[in-house]
């Protein structure tokens, strides 16, 4: 026993090193313990709070881009409402309908860190849990996709954005439905992949990818990109594209996360399936 | 003592404060991204506890990690780095350049011994850094550009610091 004591004391340099190793990998690797930790909530506060007053200085810089923007979203939002549509029949509009039921509805937050030069990219919002964001919420930029939730603390959450080798969006093709994956390989943060493109598909320049609404993070229908070049394989079962995205990542100041209204209906749906298959 | 301990601590601050407000936002077409915060691992004081080495290093990459949501990856990479600097500073020194209460420098041990002992060291982070994020061998050669083009302009900042402490002391 005394030899053991001496023995650690005198390597104690090895294994105070192999401890804070193993502690950083295993943070490194395991996820979910950091992320339900109490420590989550205390870095992610503090690193949130130093963040902000950076981006509270910065986003002067910004506003011109940033009132364009709004202002196109306006004149897109005035456009859409019903006294932009010429009415027929004044009744028209005024019917009640419980086919519609209102499924998405949308925080705008304000980006407080970002990054496009990493490998793993991720953006910091404003908004947390007091606010009623959660995990594996999508986040948009106007009709463009941004990412995903990943961590949440009380006032701020981290989202994953596409530039990230663990995303992984499912897409399809506008004009004709056709499924397919997007996905970041890293590199310029303009553009991307296009993974698992049917044979049969015929792809052009230009044509246009939105979401396909599989994955319950994105509901259909929103801008990924378009093609920009187009590759054959004839030894594989798939062909490839690369897509040059909508979003420019590079410039996000506020985007808005999306609260899918019958999430828990999905999620209940679903494993409740999964309980009957058993 | 503690002005040496002081003098740490606000490095330690800025250096943080530094890469995560300023250079984490550099752009330069996705493969260069300098990683100058280790300095602080770098010149930290030749007596050093081993221990202290270590635990600050930890630190260090713990809150670099907070701030890029990348909980883990710097710490692992500045935690080596922290174990390695006795056993490269004793391979590449003869004997006669240490002097108590000094940190490593190029005005304490000349260009030729901090060049050696700044690259091998900052290879090595970058190494495992980006190594560690990707963490898949299908972009290998990919990562080993970012690696040196990233390695390349750390070293750079470094010495620029080095001389900039320099001419002000002198």
């Not at chain 1, 992949?193 to 044509?207: A, S």
């Amino acid at each position: 026993m005394h030899y053991l004591l001496y023995f650690l004391r005198k390597q104690y340099f090895y294994f105070l090193f192999l401890a804070l190793e193993v502690i950083a990998l295993v943070l490194l690797f395991n996820e979910n313990a950091y992320q339900n930790s109490a420590l989550a909530h205390v870095s992610n506060g503090v690193a949130g709070s130093i963040l902000n007053i950076s981006s509270n200085i910065s986003e002067y810089f910004s506003l011109r881009r940033v009132n364009r923007i709004l202002a196109e979203d306006n004149a897109n939002l005035h456009s859409n409402r019903a006294e932009a549509f010429y009415r027929a029949d004044t009744n028209a509009f005024f019917h009640k309908d419980t086919l519609y039921k209102l499924e998405y509805t949308y925080i705008s937050a304000k980006v407080i860190s970002n990054s496009t030069n990493k490998r793993n990219n991720f953006l910091m919002l404003n908004k947390g849990h007091r606010q009623g964001i959660e995990n594996h919420m999508g986040v948009i930029i106007g009709d463009r996709i941004v990412g995903q939730v990943v961590s949440i603390s009380d006032h701020f959450c981290w989202v994953m954005s596409l530039l990230n080798k663990d995303s992984r969006i499912s897409g399809k093709f506008k004009k004709n439905n056709q499924l397919v994956n997007i996905e970041w390989n890293g590199g310029s943060y303009l553009k991307g992949d296009v993974k698992e493109i049917p044979k049969h598909v015929v792809v052009q320049k230009g044509d246009t990818i939105i979401t396909s609404g599989n994955s319950d993070i994105f509901p259909e229908g929103l801008l990924i990109g378009t093609i920009d070049n187009y590759t054959l394989a004839p030894e594989e079962n798939f062909n490839y594209a690369t897509i040059l995205f909508a979003t420019d990542f590079n410039s996000l100041s506020f985007v808005e996360v999306i609260i899918d209204m019958m999430r828990k209906e999905k999620d209940n749906l679903r494993s409740s399936f999964k309980s009957n298959e058993r | 003592m503690s002005i040496i301990f002081l003098r740490n601590v606000l490095r330690f601050a800025f250096l943080v404060l530094f890469q995560v407000l300023i250079l984490n936002n550099i752009q330069f077409s996705g493969y260069i991204n300098p990683y100058f915060y280790i300095y602080f691992i770098l010149v930290l004081p030749f007596e050093t506890p081993r221990w202290l080495l270590l635990i600050s290093a930890f630190l260090l990459g713990f809150f670099l990690d907070a701030f890029t949501n990348t909980l883990g990856l710097n710490t692992a990479a500045c935690v080596l780095i922290a174990f390695l600097r006795p056993f490269v500073i004793r391979a590449i020194s003869t004997g006669t350049e240490f002097m108590t209460g000094h940190s490593p420098s190029i005005r304490n041990q000349g260009l030729k011994w901090f060049a050696y002992y700044s690259i091998i060291l900052v290879m090595v982070h970058h190494l495992t850094l980006f190594y560690l994020e990707i963490f898949r061998f299908t972009e290998f050669f990919q990562t080993l550009l970012r690696v040196l083009l990233s390695s390349a302009f750390t070293i750079l900042l470094v010495f620029i610091a080095e001389y900039l402490s320099f001419s002000g002391k002198k």
